[in-house]
């Protein structure tokens, strides 16, 4: 298989996949090298495919979803259960970022989209080699959330009320 068709393919699965595919498993699967991957990686991003690197691998990010940031609050250890919302209403929680008054905007990607992915970030955190970025905000971060559609988003932002994490007052940008 050529390059071009590797990387036709690559794009498919990444568009297909809800999940982060690492490059060794694509290296794997078309037979070729993980540096091969970074490479087609990085020529895919030069065509302008939204490709985004988390700690799991790769995802493409598709256009027919939505996106909607929610401003938030809450306990270190509430952390599983807003995140868990999200993800049990249809979303992804793209990233967290807090705006801190000398730092700036902070940002960290997390891509999580289902309970197993909540479990396994909310487990990095307790090792304790890193804190949350919530913590140095007293509570106050922001949530980018990917849908399928706005009602599933309006259906989080409910919930998100619901259990009090939403910010009373601030309307999701």
Do not use: W
Request: hydrophobic share 35%; charged share 30%.
């Amino acid at each position: 298989m050529d390059g071009k068709r590797r990387r036709e393919k690559i794009i498919e699965l990444m568009k297909n996949s809800r999940t982060p595919l690492s490059g060794t498993a694509l290296a794997e699967k078309f037979g070729v090298s993980r540096q091969v991957i970074v490479q087609d990686i990085a020529l895919l991003r030069a065509a302008d495919y939204s490709i985004i690197s988390t700690n799991r691998g790769y995802l493409c990010e598709t256009f027919s979803d939505t996106v909607r940031v929610f401003y938030v609050n809450h306990s270190r250890e509430q952390i599983q259960e807003e995140l868990n919302i999200i993800v049990d209403y249809g979303g992804t929680a793209v990233d967290v970022f807090v705006k801190h008054e000398s730092y700036g905007e902070l940002r960290a990607d997390l891509n999580v989209s289902n309970r197993s992915q909540v479990q396994d970030f909310v487990e990095e955190l307790s090792e304790g080699k890193s804190g949350p970025l919530l913590t140095v905000t007293a509570g106050y971060h922001y949530h980018t959330v990917r849908a399928q559609s706005e009602e599933i988003l309006d259906r989080i932002e409910e919930q998100l009320k619901k259990h009090h994490f939403l910010v009373e007052g601030a309307a999701a940008r």
